[in-house]
Nanobody, 115 residues
């Protein structure tokens, strides 16, 4: 059974930073491609960042966050992270991690960017 637990969200001023964490309970975590998604109120869930399996040398980002967000992983801890810098009000959303090819979602963590 797959479980995903996101944490690290909160209220931050524009220009601030947050680091999101996701604990993944899944077999052989290191072979799993991982994603971060987000869903703003009234919007569809959108893909924010992807990190490939193994060392995580392959990463990909939505244009809206490129250069500001960094996805990383720790295979020893079954964790994936999203470092978010230079946050903007339009980054306000519930953020979710997801395992590629698994139809499972955690509860998400709310990020609010507001002055």
């Amino acid at each position: 059974q797959v479980q995903l637990v996101e944490s690290g969200g909160g209220l931050v001023h524009p220009g601030g930073s947050l680091r999101l964490s996701c604990a993944a309970s899944v077999s052989v975590f290191k072979i799993r491609t991982m994603h971060w998604y987000r869903q703003a109120p009234g919007n569809q869930r959108e893909l924010v960042a992807t990190i490939g399996s193994g060392s995580g040398s392959m990463t990909n980002y939505a244009d809206s966050v490129k250069g500001r967000f960094t996805i990383s992983r720790d295979n020893n801890k079954n964790m994936v992270y999203l470092q978010m810098n230079s946050l903007k009000p339009e980054d306000t959303a519930v953020y979710y991690c997801k395992i590629f090819d698994f139809d499972a979602w955690g509860q998400g963590t709310l990020v609010t960017v507001s002055s």
